[in-house]
């Protein structure tokens, strides 16, 4: 398979070094073209140097990077052309309506007649839910709007890569809503990479998660293997009274590798089965629990982590992430 046509974001050993100290240390990073990549990480973790490396706004120390598989030292002003980027606190004309700024943003990417270019823009206005404040000056915008704008302005090239620097980080959670659903609404047209430390939002909205700590990357999987845990796929069932031979039972399939049971206290317990076949799971381990008259299923399902989780038993000490 060629990395060229399925990866976006493809980097090898990537490292920056500020003054001796290692602001980047050896990124790995592979991110696939058509999906929403959430770059994880509390501040300081290298988010933000990563970005301006990949723009071309940062020359790195050692190793290398490619965006469409060109250089993103020798190819920079080419791969430019098609990226868009929104930087964490975007800045504005404050005079100036967004449809303006949209004007004017336009006509550094976009060769064409003038009715076309205002085509453009009115579908970007639509995009991002600013078309009933398109003739609105800046100035009177919520922080919710103006990201949302920063997002348009970054779109408005149709851009094959859009890179995003903690774009819901100051907002309100109806700003972050309304934030995270123009990202949904961009996944069929292009590539979305971002940085966040905002760990509710990275489970809404990413495809495939990297975390960064001190520099260095620790972990970058599909979000639904990250959520998976890392003690393999375990089954939940939550049961009131007393069984009869059922745990061990249970134990002795082929399919079941271990049944932890959590006293719930009145007769109720959990048990936590650890199995190594989902597809047996799902279809025997609800009946071989309910042929057992003496216990009632409260509650089964599989177990299902919480990024937070996750985030804190790879990251461990960065207790100020949220």
């Given amino acids: 398979m060629n990395d060229n046509n399925t990866l976006v974001i493809n980097t090898q050993k990537l490292t920056k070094t500020f003054k001796g100290v290692n602001a980047l240390q050896a990124l790995d990073l592979k991110v696939p073209k058509n999906s929403i ?9 290298g988010k933000t140097t990563t ?33 868009g980027y929104l930087a964490q606190d975007p800045r504005y004309y404050e005079d100036m309506t967004a449809r303006e ?22 579908n970007t206005l639509e995009l991002v839910g600013l078309s009933d404040k398109a003739d609105r000056p800046i100035k009177g915008f919520s922080g919710g709007e103006r990201q949302r704008l920063g997002i348009a302005q970054a779109q408005i090239n149709y851009p094959d890569l859009l890179i995003l620097d903690e774009p819901a980080a100051a907002l309100d959670p109806m700003g972050r809503h309304d934030v995270l659903e123009v ?22 909205v990413s495809d495939t998660v990297a ?20 003690d393999g796929i375990m089954y939940n069932v939550s049961v009131k009274g007393h069984p009869n031979g059922t745990q061990a039972h249970i134990a002795n399939q082929p399919w079941v ?18 199995v190594t076949d989902e597809t047996a799971a799902e279809s025997q381990l ?25 985030f804190m038993s790879i990251v461990g000490e960065e207790k100020h992430v949220h």
């Fill in 37 to 45: 990549f959430g770059f994880l990480g509390p501040n300081g973790a």
């Fill in 51 to 83: 970005i301006k490396l990949l723009l071309g706004l940062a020359r790195p120390t050692s190793g290398s990077a490619t965006i469409f598989g060109l250089d993103v030292v020798n190819d920079s002003t080419e791969i430019r052309k098609r990226v």
């Fill in 101 to 122: 700024t949209l004007r004017f943003t336009a006509r550094f990417f976009y060769i064409g007649s003038k009715a076309a270019i205002e085509d453009r823009i009115n």
């Fill in 183 to 204: 990202m949904e609404r961009l996944r069929k047209h292009t590539t979305i990479f971002y940085s966040t430390h905002i760990l509710s939002d990275v489970q809404r």
């Fill in 211 to 230: 975390i960064m700590k001190h520099g260095q990357l620790v972990a970058q999987a599909p979000i639904e293997k990250l959520l998976a845990g890392s």
């Fill in 257 to 274: 590798s271990a049944v932890n049971v959590l006293p719930d206290g009145e007769g109720s317990s959990t048990w936590q089965v650890s």
């Fill in 286 to 310: 609800l009946r071989l629990v309910l042929q057992d008259s003496a216990l009632t299923v409260t509650e089964f399902g599989r177990k299902k982590y919480d990024l937070e989780e996750v």
